[in-house]
């Protein structure tokens, strides 16, 4: 069989750029080459030795300056998708989000088969810009928001980051962990929130409690010093590049709602406490949040209600009762998809088969 080609398109925050990692690594897997394609800030989520192709992109929102710039970027990042595409000659391309993959759509045409992935319960703004070049459409939710209608659909699920995976649940008889991450680029309203209502737990239940927390470097000095002193043991970093050891072990999870984020705790079977952040685009992550509460695997809680006290009322209700989390983490487990790389990977390859001549 001939080697085929293809291309992967994602930019701007790691919950676009973590799925098309993973349906690389899968291809690698099938001895499928394929080349990554981002912008500035996508670059910084991909390993040294994946390759890769920067393109100029930026987002046209905000004031007219900034759109007038950002247009200019992405026109300039459509010819140099043009030149990239006569280079290479793809079979295919997989499309993951962001405004680094408008460029590669555009330059594209209806010449090149595209395969879109929606991770959120909402479409995202470039996705529906680009939706109706696509031969496809692959969603995270089956009741995705936004979707247009007469495009084909299949639900895929979200792909979890290369050398993702989970071991074994493990809790320790006596002690709990909580996890705290606020996604790629962290959030500063946990730093701010967390320990404030970890002052608030009973003392019994916090004499028991590990705290594993992602805290912005800014904020790192400050969260050490106002944590409650009687912890077991706290440990804050910036990044935890062993997340999926810590899922692992970790008896509840307290985060953010994106898409990526939601995937891992699937995958490993965290119960979860869900703050969504409340700016981002189309909401995206109150929704994220509310599918994961309806299928009752998550605690969903609105940043404008997430004062210390409310916080530290969920928290101690679910670190002291273990038949809930258990019967939370089940649900959790049964949101998440593992083969979502391998049929992304065999969509695309489908489409890759189809398009060449």
Do not use: K
Not at 141 to 167: H, K, M, Q, S, Y
Not at 248 to 256: F, Q, Y
Not at 263 to 291: K, S, T
Not at 310 to 320: D, I
């Amino acid at each position: 069989m001939r080697e085929v080609r293809v291309m992967l398109a994602a930019g701007g925050t790691g919950g676009h750029v973590f799925p098309a990692l993973a349906v690389a690594a899968e291809l690698d897997r099938r001895g499928v080459t394929s080349l990554m394609v981002t912008d500035e800030r996508g670059a910084r989520y991909l390993p040294a030795d994946r390759p890769h192709r920067r393109i100029s992109a930026a987002s046209p929102t905000g004031p007219l300056r900034r759109r007038l710039r950002a247009l200019a970027e992405l026109a300039a990042g459509t010819l140099e998708a043009r030149g990239l595409l006569r280079e290479i000659r793809p079979a295919a391309a997989a499309l993951f989000g962001g405004y680094a993959t408008l460029p590669l759509a555009l330059a594209a045409g209806r010449r090149l088969p595209l395969l879109l992935h929606e991770q959120n319960a909402v479409l995202g703004r470039a996705n529906r810009v680009i939706a109706r070049r696509a031969r496809i459409l692959a969603l995270s939710f089956a009741d995705t928001e936004r979707v247009p209608a007469n495009i084909p659909t299949e639900v895929t699920g979200n792909p979890v980051r290369p050398g993702f995976r989970p071991g074994p649940r493990r809790s320790h008889p006596t002690r709990r962990v909580l996890l705290v991450t606020g996604g790629s680029q962290g959030a500063q309203v946990l730093g701010e929130l967390v320990p404030r209502a970890l002052a608030l737990l009973p003392e019994e239940l916090r004499r028991r409690l590990v705290l594993w927390m992602q805290v912005r470097s800014e904020q790192r000095a400050t969260v050490a010093r106002v944590l409650p002193g009687d912890l077991v043991e706290v440990e804050l970093a910036a990044f935890f590049p062993d997340l999926d050891r810590r899922l692992g072990a970790a008896d509840l999870a307290l985060t953010r709602a994106g898409a990526s984020t939601l995937a891992e705790l699937a995958a490993a079977g965290v119960p979860a406490v869900l703050i969504p952040y409340p700016f981002a685009a189309d909401d995206h992550q109150h929704a994220n949040a509310e599918r994961l509460a309806r299928a009752g695997a998550a605690l969903h809680l609105p940043q404008r209600e997430a004062t210390p006290e409310r916080l530290a009322q969920l928290l101690a209700g679910l670190l002291a009762d273990d038949d809930r989390r258990r019967a939370m983490a089940r649900a959790m487990a049964a949101c998440a998809r593992p083969d979502a790389a391998s049929r992304l990977a065999d969509l695309l390859l489908t489409l890759a088969r189809e398009g060449r001549p």
